[in-house]
Every structure is written in C-alpha cells, then in structure tokens.
C-alpha cells in the first residue's frame, strides 16, 4: 500500500500545486479586477499602488498563476508564503490570537501550503518540466565530460 501511495506522490503535489496556485490567483483576480465574486463597484477593488492591498493582490495573481502552472514553483511559492505571513502577522492577528478569532485562517493556510510547495517543488504536472536545465560544468557527470573532452 505504501509503495502505491509513494508511486502517486508526484501527481498528488502536482494536483495539490495546481489548486492552490488557483484559488490564490483568483483570490488576486477578485481583489484587483472585481472578478470571481469580488466587489466590483462597492469599493471592494483595491487602487493601484495602495499599500499593502494593491501589492498583495498583484502578488496573489502572479505568483497564484505561475505556481498553478509549475513555472518557477519554488520561488513564486517562496514570495506567495512570505507575503502571506505578512498578512497574518500584520493584518490579522493584532484583532486577536488565534486565527479562528481573528479571521487569518486563510492567510495562515495559504503561507503554510506555499512553504510546502516551496520544499516539494512542482510534482509531476508542472510546466518547468518542459524548459530546458542549465548546468553547470562542474555539476555534469563524469561520463558527459569524458565525452565531451574526447
């Protein structure tokens, strides 16, 4: 049974990746675009360039999109994690302390999925699997640079 689970593992984080990188994303899209439930025309939509809404939601966007599609996972999960540590120290817990009683529970959730991302990387469905990797030469086998310098 382990083995089988251990096997699905790269598509779980994957898949797990995709959702989260998503509903980041469009947690973004609401705040600066009125869009997916947001409140558009009811003041709901952030102004450009206000801190720290504006800039939050320009981070819950890009670093949403380019986590849900496995380009450059760890660092936009790094940035996303960070930004969302900010809210939930910042924001929400001078109301109170626990994240029940001061309403960062998605903020919490969200900083927390990103730090895993952050050490999981993409999974298995991400796009980054597709770009070309470049190495070092002192990273290449031995058997590359025995072939190379002959």
Not at 19 to 30: K, Q
Not at 76 to 95: C, E, K, N, P, T
Request: aromatic share 12%; glycine share 14%; with cysteine.
């Amino acid at each position: 049974m382990s083995a089988r689970l251990n096997s699905a593992q790269p598509y779980v984080v994957g898949l797990f990746r995709i959702v989260v990188g998503l509903l980041f994303a469009c947690h973004g899209a609401a705040a600066l675009f009125g869009v997916l439930g947001g409140a558009a025309g009811k003041g709901g939509t952030v102004d450009a360039g206000t801190w720290p809404g504006w800039y939050a939601a320009v981070i819950q966007l890009v670093c949403g999109t380019l986590v849900m599609l496995g380009l450059g996972t760890r660092a936009a999960a790094f940035l996303a994690s960070g930004s969302m540590a900010y809210a939930y120290f910042d924001v929400h817990q001078r109301h109170a302390l626990w994240p029940m009683q001061n309403g960062g529970e998605p903020s919490a959730m969200f900083c927390w999925a990103f730090l895993l991302l952050v050490f999981t990387g993409s999974g298995a469905l991400g796009l980054d699997r597709f770009l070309p990797r470049r190495t070092s030469p002192e990273r290449e086998p031995a058997t590359r640079k025995a072939a190379v310098s002959a």
